[in-house]
């Protein structure tokens, strides 16, 4: 499985941006997805996750309410949309595929992993 994110970019606090995560592979629907980031001089940490059939999810406290994942498996594609962006939402996020089809918040729960990409939320 290949990952491909994009839809970083640069926005002023208050504002929006939606991440989207592309997959290869035939197997993408069986997969749990999740969303991490991590900013400079930081460990990377677990924004969000959804299960396979996007029934489950989860979301880290500081995101929560701001943030929604979701997920079309037709479209071999996870989306992470972000609202009410603050500057400590500044980082490279990136997305990751987990063989197991249920929600995990550790890194070491995911098999695959995309490049990142960058999101810096300005004051």
């Known amino acids: 499985v290949q990952l491909q994110a994009s839809g970083g970019g640069l926005v002023q606090a208050g504002g929006s941006l939606r991440l989207s995560c592309a997959a290869s592979?035939?197997?993408?629907?069986?997969?749990?997805m999740g969303w991490f980031r991590q900013a400079p001089g930081k460990e990377r940490e677990v924004v969000a996750a959804?299960?396979?059939?996007?029934?489950?999810?989860y979301y880290a406290d500081n995101v929560k309410g701001r943030f929604i994942i979701s997920r079309d498996n037709a479209k071999k594609r996870a989306y992470l949309q972000m609202d009410l962006l603050k500057p400590e939402d500044t980082a490279v996020y990136y997305c990751?595929?987990?063989?197991?089809?249920?929600?995990?918040?550790?890194?070491?729960?995911?098999?695959?992993w995309g490049q990142g990409t960058q999101v810096t939320v300005s004051s």
């Open positions: 959804i299960s396979w059939g996007g029934v489950n999810t």
């Open positions: 990751a595929a987990r063989i197991s089809g249920n929600v995990s918040q550790t890194q070491s729960g995911y098999d695959y």
């Open positions: 592979g035939r197997t993408f629907s069986s997969y749990a």
